[in-house]
Structure formats: C-alpha cells, structure tokens
C-alpha cells in the first residue's frame, strides 16, 4: 500500500500541526495504522497508533490525537502543544493484520517521512 505522510514543517513550542497520510490503490479501513517518529541520532520510536482504539506513547498523550477518516483513505495526526522534543521526522505504517500496536516489525508498509520541527 502506497503511502504518503505530509503535513510536518517548522513551528514554536506551543505550536500546533496536523500530520496525514495518504494511501493509494487500497482502502485503508481494515488496516491498522500508526506513526512513528525518529529523532536525529535516536532510534525509530512509536508514536501513536489506531486499530480498534487508539493507543499513544506517553511522552504524546494527552497532546497528540491519532484519527482516521475512511470515506478519505487518510489518517491524521493531530499534534497540539509541541515541543522541541517532537523533532523528528514522522512516518506513518500501515500493518495489514490490523493488529498494530507499539513495535515497527508489526508494520508492513511504510510512508516516506514527513519533517516536524519545533522551535524553543
């Protein structure tokens, strides 16, 4: 499943940023999906994901908001009082099994990135 993150750019701390991801030729719905990020230096990190529910890593909840709209074939990435720790590039998975969940190998498909910078 082709996918395209977009969405990111540069803000302030306190800023806020809406993420999407795309797909083309198959229909998300039935797919789990998920964002991840990595940080210059640092390893791939879980972000958020949605399946059934939504689940978040800690360091994001209660800031970011994962939602999907099926009619569009897109899920976003809601990203509310950032901060410079948010740095990274942001990819968004797709996981065919409609699992999810925190770790990257679950995931079969991957978006090329999409760069949120956030300035103090």
């Known amino acids: 499943v082709p996918l395209q993150a977009y969405g990111g750019g540069l803000v302030q701390a306190g800023d806020s940023l809406r993420l999407s991801c795309a797909a083309s030729g198959r229909t998300l719905s039935m797919y789990a999906m998920g964002w991840f990020r990595q940080a210059p230096g640092k390893e791939r990190e879980f972000v958020a994901c949605?399946?059934?529910?939504?689940y978040y890593a800690d360091s994001v909840k209660g800031r970011f908001t994962i939602s999907r709209d099926n009619a569009k074939n897109t899920v976003y990435l809601q990203m509310n009082s950032l901060k410079p720790e948010d740095t990274a590039v942001y990819y968004c998975?797709?996981?065919?099994?409609?699992?999810?969940?925190?770790?990257?190998?679950?995931?079969?498909?991957w978006g090329q990135g999409t760069q949120v910078t956030v300035s103090s």
């Open positions: 949605i399946s059934r529910s939504q």
């Open positions: 998975a797709a996981d065919s099994m409609g699992l999810g969940g925190y770790y990257a190998r679950r995931y079969d498909y």
